[in-house]
């Protein structure tokens, strides 16, 4: 069977967790399919790989618009395929017109969802009335819908009613154990300024409101003071939230010693050095269908604190593989009342910072949760046999 992957990331031009999950399924999938990927951006050397730019006449356009003219183009590249697979609402468009034009089954991975993202209206403008119009489209439209949690089953039932609740199935996103393992050199701390003997605290992420950073530089002012501080974050969504976490980057750094800002994209080998030394890793999303990145610490044996929101209580098992922090939250995300998320965020993180044996142990039961539940080979294969049901 021939499958068409439709993304907005492919390595290297990977910013987020649907990146990295296109990563790891692309590969996992071409062991059981003839797989084609066709993602944005800059042409790939990988063979099977095919990648769009947006097209001439829309170079100027409003963003929404110019995703839209590259999935027409991907959508006629289609031709040939068994089933399309897209993932966001980057792709999704791509996958509808693909399944009108060519009579082809087509699957979506929902790694987010608009209407739970209006923050984006800051972003897009406009565009973002577009983004939501192509996501409820296609997703109508789809022969299958696959979530990447519980919590994201939920929310796309309850954001879509109109989709068949039969029609959409549960699909984890994955790890993969063995590039994700502990590393225990320390080049890659003293390359960034992080002082191994001391016990640090750090974030892995992009600088959206999604991700919840704002928050978690208020609870910083209240952890432990001999702790460092590590924020492996970049990519920003707008100039104004830049300006706003650079703010208060600055004032954090003023109140204490250790706070390192590494703003590039790390390649994957220096993160795993970074999140292995880790005392805890930290994620305060508003936001969270499934979290990958937690995955990625646990696996490297990191004890993690969270928010228990979306599909992370699914991956990060509270009080034996890190801790969870309740939130209560409005209709866009944001906590009624930011103050207590984050003192009880600061709370949590100085838990384990003060009792570094019940991180070590959360660690090494994080590192086996993930080994046991979350593969790439089982994800691939129940992917697969989601494909095949639509055939028959």
Request: hydrophobic share 40%; proline share 6%.
């Given at each position: 069977?021939?499958?068409?992957?439709?993304?907005?990331?492919?390595?290297?031009?990977?910013?987020?967790?649907?990146?990295?999950?296109?990563?790891?399924?692309?590969?996992?999938?071409?062991?059981?399919?003839?797989?084609?990927?066709?993602?944005?951006?800059?042409?790939?050397?990988?063979?099977?790989?095919?990648?769009?730019?947006?097209?001439?006449?829309?170079?100027?356009?409003?963003?929404?618009?110019?995703?839209?003219?590259?999935?027409?183009?991907?959508?006629?590249?289609?031709?040939?395929?068994?089933?399309?697979?897209?993932?966001?609402?980057?792709?999704?468009?791509?996958?509808?017109?693909?399944?009108?034009?060519?009579?082809?089954?087509?699957?979506?991975?929902?790694?987010?969802?608009?209407?739970?993202?209006?923050?984006?209206?800051?972003?897009?403008?406009?565009?973002?009335?577009?983004?939501?119009?192509?996501?409820?489209?296609?997703?109508?439209?789809?022969?299958?819908?696959?979530?990447v949690s519980e919590g994201m089953r939920r929310d796309v039932l309850a954001a879509y009613p109109e989709i068949p609740q039969?029609?959409?199935?549960?699909?984890?996103?994955?790890?993969?154990?063995?590039?994700?393992?502990?590393?225990?050199?320390?080049?890659?701390?003293?390359?960034?300024?992080?002082?191994?003997?001391?016990?640090?605290?750090?974030?892995?992420?992009?600088?959206?409101?999604?991700?919840?950073?704002?928050?978690?530089?208020?609870?910083?002012?209240?952890?432990?003071?001999?702790?460092?501080?590590?924020?492996?974050?970049?990519?920003?969504?707008?100039?104004?939230?830049?300006?706003?976490?650079?703010?208060?980057?600055?004032?954090?750094?003023?109140?204490?010693?250790?706070?390192?800002?590494?703003?590039?994209?790390?390649?994957?080998?220096?993160?795993?050095?970074?999140?292995?030394?880790?005392?805890?890793?930290?994620?305060?999303?508003?936001?969270?269908?499934?979290?990958?990145?937690?995955?990625?610490?646990?696996?490297?044996?990191?004890?993690?604190?969270?928010?228990a929101t979306g599909g992370i209580p699914e991956v990060v098992a509270g009080g034996e593989t890190g801790l969870l922090v309740?939130?209560?939250?409005?209709?866009?995300?944001?906590?009624?009342?930011?103050?207590?998320?984050?003192?009880?965020?600061?709370?949590?993180?100085?838990?384990?910072?003060?009792?570094?044996?019940?991180?070590?142990?959360?660690?090494?039961?994080?590192?086996?949760?993930?080994?046991?539940?979350?593969?790439?080979?089982?994800?691939?294969?129940?992917?697969?046999?989601?494909?095949?049901?639509?055939?028959?």
């Amino acid at each position: 069977m021939r499958v068409d992957l439709l993304t907005r990331e492919y390595p290297p031009e990977v910013y987020g967790g649907a990146g990295v999950h296109m990563e790891y399924l692309a590969r996992e999938l071409r062991r059981l399919a003839d797989v084609r990927v066709r993602c944005f951006g800059a042409s790939r050397d990988e063979p099977g790989v095919s990648a769009y730019r947006v097209p001439a006449g829309l170079q100027e356009a409003n963003a929404a618009l110019q995703v839209l003219g590259v999935d027409l183009e991907m959508a006629a590249a289609c031709e040939g395929a068994g089933v399309v697979h897209s993932h966001t609402w980057y792709a999704n468009f791509a996958g509808h017109v693909a399944k009108m034009l060519h009579g082809v089954p087509h699957v979506i991975t929902t790694h987010s969802l608009e209407p739970l993202r209006p923050w984006k209206a800051e972003q897009l403008g406009g565009g973002y009335t577009i983004s939501s119009w192509a996501e409820r489209t296609a997703l109508a439209g789809a022969d299958a819908v696959i979530a990447v949690s519980e919590g994201m089953r939920r929310d796309v039932l309850a954001a879509y009613p109109e989709i068949p609740q039969e029609r959409v199935s549960v699909i984890h996103n994955g790890i993969d154990t063995a590039e994700y393992a502990p590393d225990r050199g320390d080049d890659v701390l003293k390359k960034h300024g992080v002082d191994p003997s001391r016990p640090y605290v750090i974030f892995v992420g992009r600088i959206t409101r999604q991700k919840g950073l704002v928050h978690l530089l208020h609870a910083a002012r209240s952890f432990d003071a001999g702790a460092q501080i590590v924020l492996c974050a970049g990519a920003p969504d707008t100039p104004e939230i830049e300006a706003e976490v650079t703010g208060l980057v600055r004032e954090l750094s003023r109140e204490r010693d250790g706070v390192i800002w590494i703003s590039e994209m790390l390649p994957k080998p220096e993160v795993i050095q970074l999140l292995t030394h880790a005392s805890v890793f930290v994620c305060p999303s508003v936001y969270e269908p499934m979290g990958i990145v937690n995955l990625e610490a646990m696996a490297c044996e990191t004890a993690v604190v969270a928010t228990a929101t979306g599909g992370i209580p699914e991956v990060v098992a509270g009080g034996e593989t890190g801790l969870l922090v309740p939130i209560d939250q409005g209709a866009d995300g944001t906590p009624h009342d930011p103050e207590r998320f984050a003192a009880d965020f600061a709370e949590r993180v100085n838990e384990l910072l003060e009792n570094p044996a019940r991180a070590a142990r959360m660690g090494v039961a994080g590192r086996a949760r993930a080994v046991e539940h979350f593969s790439w080979e089982r994800i691939a294969h129940r992917t697969m046999d989601l494909y095949t049901s639509l055939r028959t």
